[in-house]
């Protein structure tokens, strides 16, 4: 039996104008309960409904075996709500954590063909998380976004997340060998003047759980759709 998701009236009031935040927010989920952790939380975001909060997709993070979503946060107190009655009270999470992008750069056309092609094509997605030296932080971007292609490996985006206490940079690779994926963090993104660290993350069964609006106003927000390689989409 599913639980019904009980949102605060303010959730749904009219927000005050703000510049979108887009978060990523890992569950961690106790061991024994993953399937039922998990249907719940698809559940529960798959019903939310919010002006404050838009869900985006969710992934499995591999060697963890816990679950991330991303959203679309535009008021920050309903945000605060969605994470208590949405997320948090799912029986199995034993915690949380939220990473905060304010900008960055994403090829949309992959972005948006990404769950196909990790179910069906049998594409590998990676999640890099990049430590960089203070001061070398813009510098360091604009390496990153001008790497040479790569004919194995695509660049899905490159958020920043410099508040953060894990990382500065998130970068999203794609790709048919994880051991190509691997070569290219080696061979470019580590040897990119400024970085100091990587640690990688494999992704799993991506699920999409925005409308056709959310992704027009992430496209229009947050992202361009300039590929990372410099040409046009």
């Excluded at 303010?10 to 935040?21: F, L």
């Excluded at 998990?38 to 679950?67: I, S």
């Excluded at 925005?210 to 992202?223: G, H, M, N, Y």
Aim: proline share 3%; charged share 25%.
């Amino acid at each position: 039996m599913k639980k019904a998701v009980h949102l605060d009236p303010e959730s749904t009031a009219s927000v005050q104008t703000m510049q979108p935040i887009l978060a990523i927010i890992d569950a961690d989920i106790m061991c024994g309960k993953d399937e039922t952790a998990r249907e719940q939380m698809l559940y529960n975001l798959r019903h939310y409904r919010g002006n404050g909060v838009k869900p985006l997709w969710t992934n499995w993070l591999r060697q963890r075996a816990d679950l991330r979503f991303t959203c679309l946060i535009h008021d920050v107190a309903a945000f605060n709500k969605f994470m208590l009655d949405v997320v948090r009270s799912v029986d199995g999470v034993r915690e949380t954590n939220t990473v905060l992008s304010f900008g960055g750069r994403a090829d949309i056309d992959t972005l948006l063909e990404l769950e196909m092609e990790v179910s069906t094509n049998n594409m590998v997605a990676v999640n890099v998380m990049i430590d960089v030296q203070p001061g070398m932080d813009r510098q360091c971007f604009q390496s990153l976004l001008d790497l040479p292609r790569h004919p194995e490996v695509k660049r899905v985006w490159l958020l920043n997340c410099y508040h953060s206490q894990d990382s500065d940079l998130m970068l999203l690779l794609l790709g048919k060998k994880l051991t190509s994926i691997t070569g290219y963090i080696m061979s470019w993104v580590r040897t990119t003047p400024g970085v100091i660290d990587t640690e990688s993350q494999t992704v799993m069964d991506w699920r999409w759980l925005a409308s056709p609006q959310d992704l027009v106003d992430l496209a229009e927000l947050f992202f361009t759709r300039m590929t990372l390689d410099g040409e046009q989409a």
